[in-house]
């Protein structure tokens, strides 16, 4: 039919393909990757969010963590030494336990036998910081930083008591100057080389000074370059040692830290761990000296250990020594039990019989008082004391001191009080009473240190001559006693090589 015809036309004819399409197609294909290619280079970048940088906490941050301040230091009677009830003293150790009581953290003190190994101490972390007797030399020691200085002192050269003083360096010929190692004692011995050629630097390995001061007096050394300090105390020590010429310009003190970054334990592999460096450390111990500066207790606590340093000549310091090795022994015991019986450290009251007698149990003095310890006969009688005996004598001496160190006010310190007693003990608890009344009514809120007291107390002009003069005798008194005392520490205390003992690289608390 028809229409089977139509369909079967329909669909046996095939429409011809549309090949205007095919060129256009491929373009899409190539055009579209290029314009994507185009914007994704002129896209500014994705930030993807990174790891915040982990900071390591500070150094002052480190220690409030820990709660502790770690120190290293050496042993002397300047810088840190015990008694033997386990008390620390020193200037350097008063000033760290007011640091680390300023900062609220407890105080640890790492001995070390020589400044080389205080210095291994800061540069391997083992301490926070150092307070030594050093001299604050950044240009020597660039690796490390310094504080402000505390005090400034005057290089001094011992020599021998047999030798001929010298008037300058250039009468010094072909000798050794003799400094301690990695102190800063060693630049001034090599410029003074530089400029006199004759004259050759050594530096020794040692605790202290003091140990070198031990083998000048036994001729084992020429010449010995210390501090102006160390240098009143090793006359006093070794009379064999006289002061041969001050050197230069006085020199500045100060504390020593570690001049690198303090880092976070996963630095070493980890980038996104951080360090900071010890300036806040450095920065809190400099505004706490600054304070005492201004308050004035920075003055008192140096004059305390220096103020009696003249009080012992070289032939009193011989006559002394002299006295320990052949007097002392007789009576040693007897000091020592009198001391654990009650609580007084026993060298404390050798040295005031040795004041007070010189350690002579028949002695008499024209004002009638008797005995080792010079008792009158009313106090005798009072402490049941028989003044001739001295096991007596001692035993009571030491009853009385802790008798008038109760009847003191509780403003004195621990550690001050020994020297009021003392002053009691000479001239009378009553005069003592009334010059710390005096004292309290013009400083009401001051506690009450020994060397203000002896200001007030040579500055008061009641009473009589006789009186004032009387009282300044008092204070000489105490003086002494306190240089004999340093004396017997450092005696009972130093090495069999003559040097004091070291304790190496061991905390105490």
Known sequence: TLTDILLINRTSIKPKPNCTFAPIGVLVLFVLPLVWLIFSFNRPPINLPEETPQLAPSQLEAIFDKGVLRVATRQGSLTYFKNEEGAISGLEADLCSLFAASLGVKLEFVLA???????????????????????????????????SSYLQLRQQLLMREDGEKPRKLDDINNAFISVVAGSGHTETARMISERHPDIVPQALTATSGMDLVAKLARKELDYVLLDSSMAQWAQ??????????????????????SASTTMCAQAAKDSHCKGRDNDSLVQAADDFMNTLKKSGELERIIDGY?????????????QFLRAVRYQLPAYRMHFVQAGQRHTIDWRLLAATGYQESKWDPEAVSGAGVRGMMQFTASTAQKMGVNPHDPRSSIDGAARYLKLLDQQLPRAIPENERPWF??????????????????????????????????????????GSTFTRQRRKLALHYVDSIRSYYELLIWLTDRSPDGGQAGVKAKPNS
């Open 236 to 257: 006093m020590r070794f009379p064999e040692v006289k002061l041969a010429l001050d050197i230069g310009e006085p020199k500045d003190y100060a504390w020593m830290f």
């Open 113 to 147: 036998e020589s400044i080389p190994e205080i210095h291994e101490l800061l540069r391997t972390g083992q301490v926070d910081m150092a307070a030594a007797g050093l001299i604050r030399s950044p240009s020597q020691f660039p690796e490390f930083r310094f504080g």
């Open 421 to 462: 007693a003392l002053a009691a003990y000479n001239i009378g608890i009553g005069t003592v009473l009334n010059a710390v009344r005096t004292h309290q009514r013009k400083h009401p809120k001051d506690i009450l240190y020994w060397q203000d007291f002896k200001d007030s107390l040579l500055l008061e002009n009641q």
């Open 306 to 318: 220096f103020d009696y340093l003249d009080t012992l000549d070289p032939d009193g310091s011989r």
